[in-house]
């Protein structure tokens, strides 16, 4: 039972892995179809596509995935399908309402975003990407709500499955009408960011469509099971009071956890022209940290996604069935497996920064670029954490307390920015993040031991040790191996880059088998592990 739910997470994961490694793809084209320049048009947009989605539907189909896990476990399978049909119900009519009302604001809004410095022109290419996005507010929400459904039902891998085609499709959506009215019709360089915008809601069509042909062997099944009981559904106003107790919390906090990009958007530019900053440095420096910087991160970051959606139901019917020693497990297990990926993955990002981001964007604006990259991987790491402890607040009953330490993380992420931006600069974007996100992962770790009586001692002696085998990890290019990277040529670049990494994952690898931690973690001798990766490798005939 305690593997089921890393499993799927991780199998959820590793489909969002997929769908995150394709959209990497996207940003070299992108950048060199719009230009550096404008990538800070699309940084603004999707800052402010995050927060609607969310606003939309970030919080609904975790309350329908809550909601489908707990009356499928009561095997009251008519109430199901009425919390599905509810709860994309009110997905479509809350996404039609907000984009409309989006719609209307777009103009002020553009205007007041880009400050007083900024050109008509540019305030009404950032207008036109408004109204753009309006089309994708549409079509997403009720991708999510369906979503919502097959991941209550556990079936994690259809609800990866269907991130990777929705992410397929916008990144070719992205690469060919960019190259299309950029280079084969001679359009001005930021239809590229038009097109990147308007392939987002073609994404969702095309999975939308992907997950009712996969899913239907489910709906069959949970069609079947209702039809076979005389267990009458519960009263629909009861299933909608559920639902937006539940996600009316989650749309909260989901919106709540955007805001550091929010106040980036927003701030940035207006307020470091005002301290001396060159108007289209500010543009560049915001279109690094938010664009290519992200793009890199979002790859630890799927983890997020994959364990928030994975320990759901299974934290759910922990807590339905008053199993806390179970629950108590899931918590440390999440932790630690999280951990134990994201460790050396941000201990790599750190080490091998420059060449990273080398190879993903080329040497234009190279020592700009790294030197934010290296900052933002301290948010790469509390991005990632914090967003998992505190989906396990959420499922685990504590909504009220993790509302209020979000509250105060905006509060602390005010306070820190602006002195933050007037010592570091850009920079300081990054670390008043890291700082706020800092304090929701401590308060909500002590919220969760405080109400459950959950013990990390194990999970910090663990940490320790994923820290020791990530650090020796690095040694061979802090003791200066002989090879040495090459920025000007990106081929020689990756080899080099692939033998360190290949050398250091080794290394990790190794010393924590030696430290005994995979053992701890799944449960099993370094002989049956071993033996387990053989039947893998060499299966028998």
Same mark, same amino acid.
């Given at each position: 039972?305690?593997?089921?739910?890393?499993?799927?997470?991780?199998?959820?994961?590793?489909?969002?892995?997929?769908?995150?490694?394709?959209?990497?793809?996207?940003?070299?084209?992108?950048?060199?179809?719009?230009?550096?320049?404008?990538?800070?048009?699309?940084?603004?947009?999707?800052?402010?596509?995050?927060?609607?989605?969310?606003?939309?539907?970030?919080?609904?189909?975790?309350?329908?995935?809550?909601?489908?896990?707990?009356?499928?476990?009561? $095997?009251?399978?008519?109430?199901? #399908?009425?919390?599905?049909?509810?709860?994309?119900?009110? #997905?479509?009519?809350?996404?039609?309402?907000?984009?409309?009302?989006?719609?209307?604001? /777009?103009?002020?809004?553009?205007?007041?975003?880009?400050?007083?410095?900024?050109?008509? $022109?540019?305030?009404? !290419?950032?207008?036109?990407?408004?109204?753009?996005?309006?089309?994708?507010?549409?079509?997403?929400?009720?991708?999510?709500?369906?979503?919502?459904?097959?991941?209550?039902?556990?079936?994690?891998? =259809?609800?990866?499955?269907?991130?990777?085609? =929705?992410?397929?499709?916008?990144?070719?959506?992205?690469? +060919?009408?960019?190259?299309?009215?950029?280079?084969?019709?001679?359009?001005? !360089?930021?239809?590229?960011?038009?097109?990147? *915008?308007?392939?987002?809601?073609? @994404?969702?069509?095309?999975?939308?469509?992907?997950?009712?042909?996969?899913?239907?062997?489910?709906?069959?099944?949970?069609?079947?099971?209702?039809?076979?009981?005389?267990?009458?559904?519960?009263?629909?106003?009861?299933?909608?009071?559920?639902?937006?107790?539940? @996600?009316?919390?989650?749309?909260?906090?989901? +919106?709540?956890?955007?805001?550091?990009?929010?106040?980036?958007?927003? +701030?940035?530019?207006?307020?470091?022209?005002?301290?001396?900053?060159?108007?289209? =440095?500010?543009?560049?420096?915001? @279109?690094?940290?938010?664009?290519?910087?992200?793009?890199?991160?979002?790859?630890?970051?799927?983890?997020?996604?994959?364990?928030?959606?994975?320990?759901?139901?299974?934290?759910?019917?922990?807590?339905?069935?008053?199993?806390?020693?179970?629950?108590?497990?899931?918590?440390?297990?999440?932790?630690?497996?999280?951990?134990? *990926?994201?460790?050396?993955?941000?201990?790599?990002?750190?080490?091998?920064?420059?060449?990273?981001?080398?190879?993903?964007?080329? @040497?234009?604006?190279?020592?700009?670029?790294?030197?934010?990259?290296?900052?933002?991987?301290?948010?790469?790491?509390?991005?990632?954490?914090?967003?998992?402890?505190?989906?396990?607040?959420?499922?685990?009953?504590?909504?009220?307390?993790?509302?209020?330490?979000?509250?105060?993380?905006?509060?602390?992420?005010?306070?820190?920015?602006?002195?933050?931006?007037?010592?570091?600069?850009?920079?300081?974007?990054?670390?008043?993040?890291?700082?706020?996100?800092?304090?929701?992962?401590? /308060?909500?770790?002590?919220?969760?031991?405080?109400?459950?009586?959950?013990?990390?001692?194990?999970?910090?002696?663990?940490?320790?040790?994923?820290?020791?085998?990530?650090?020796?990890?690095?040694?061979?290019?802090?003791?200066?191996?002989? #090879?040495?990277?090459?920025?000007?040529?990106?081929?020689?670049?990756?080899?080099?880059?692939?033998?360190?990494?290949?050398?250091?994952?080794?290394?990790?690898?190794?010393?924590?088998?030696?430290?005994?931690?995979?053992?701890?973690?799944?449960?099993?001798?370094?002989?049956?592990?071993?033996?387990?990766?053989?039947?893998?490798?060499?299966? !028998?005939?």
């Amino acid at each position: 039972m305690k593997r089921s739910l890393i499993t799927g997470a991780l199998a959820g994961s590793f489909g969002i892995f997929i769908s995150k490694l394709l959209g990497l793809f996207y940003v070299v084209p992108l950048n060199s179809l719009a230009g550096e320049g404008n990538m800070a048009f699309y940084s603004i947009t999707y800052t402010y596509y995050d927060l609607l989605l969310k606003i939309c539907s970030a919080g609904i189909p975790f309350a329908i995935a809550a909601l489908v896990a707990k009356y499928y476990s009561r $095997e009251d399978y008519k109430t199901v #399908l009425l919390v599905k049909k509810l709860g994309a119900s009110l #997905l479509l009519g809350l996404s039609f309402i907000v984009a409309i009302v989006f719609f209307f604001v /777009s103009g002020p809004l553009a205007s007041m975003v880009l400050g007083d410095k900024a050109t008509l $022109e540019d305030i009404r !290419s950032l207008q036109n990407l408004f109204y753009i996005l309006c089309f994708a507010l549409m079509t997403v929400p009720f991708l999510s709500a369906l979503r919502g459904y097959y991941q209550g039902l556990k079936l994690l891998k =259809e609800y990866a499955a269907s991130q990777v085609i =929705e992410q397929l499709v916008r990144v070719s959506g992205i690469v +060919f009408l960019g190259y299309l009215f950029v280079k084969v019709l001679n359009f001005d !360089s930021i239809w590229a960011i038009y097109m990147a *915008i308007l392939a987002a809601g073609l @994404g969702a069509i095309f999975a939308i469509v992907y997950v009712f042909i996969t899913g239907r062997k489910a709906d069959e099944d949970v069609n079947t099971k209702a039809q076979s009981t005389s267990k009458a559904p519960r009263d629909a106003k009861d299933i909608m009071r559920e639902l937006l107790s539940l @996600g009316i919390p989650y749309m909260v906090i989901s +919106f709540l956890g955007t805001t550091s990009g929010l106040i980036n958007s927003n +701030f940035f530019i207006d307020f470091a022209t005002t301290i001396g900053i060159d108007y289209d =440095e500010a543009m560049l420096a915001l @279109g690094i940290l938010q664009v290519n910087c992200n793009k890199i991160a979002a790859i630890p970051q799927v983890l997020t996604l994959g364990f928030s959606a994975g320990l759901v139901p299974y934290l759910t019917e922990a807590l339905e069935a008053k199993n806390f020693k179970v629950l108590k497990t899931y918590v440390n297990q999440i932790l630690e497996t999280v951990l134990f *990926i994201l460790i050396p993955i941000v201990i790599w990002l750190v080490i091998y920064a420059r060449p990273v981001y080398y190879i993903m964007y080329g @040497g234009n604006n190279l020592d700009l670029g790294t030197n934010i990259f290296l900052f933002s991987c301290l948010t790469t790491f509390t991005d990632t954490i914090a967003p998992i402890i505190s989906s396990m607040c959420m499922t685990l009953r504590q909504k009220k307390a993790t509302i209020i330490v979000l509250v105060i993380s905006i509060v602390i992420k005010l306070i820190t920015f602006f002195p933050g931006v007037m010592i570091f600069g850009a920079n300081g974007m990054t670390i008043s993040t890291a700082i706020a996100t800092s304090f929701v992962i401590i /308060s909500c770790l002590y919220i969760i031991h405080k109400a459950y009586k959950v013990n990390y001692t194990r999970t910090f002696k663990r940490v320790l040790y994923m820290l020791i085998a990530g650090l020796v990890s690095v040694l061979p290019l802090v003791l200066g191996f002989v #090879l040495e990277f090459n920025y000007d040529n990106r081929i020689i670049c990756i080899l080099i880059l692939a033998v360190y990494g290949l050398a250091s994952l080794s290394i990790y690898i190794a010393v924590s088998f030696f430290l005994g931690l995979p053992q701890a973690l799944w449960h099993k001798s370094f002989k049956e592990l071993l033996d387990q990766v053989k039947r893998k490798i060499l299966p !028998s005939r």
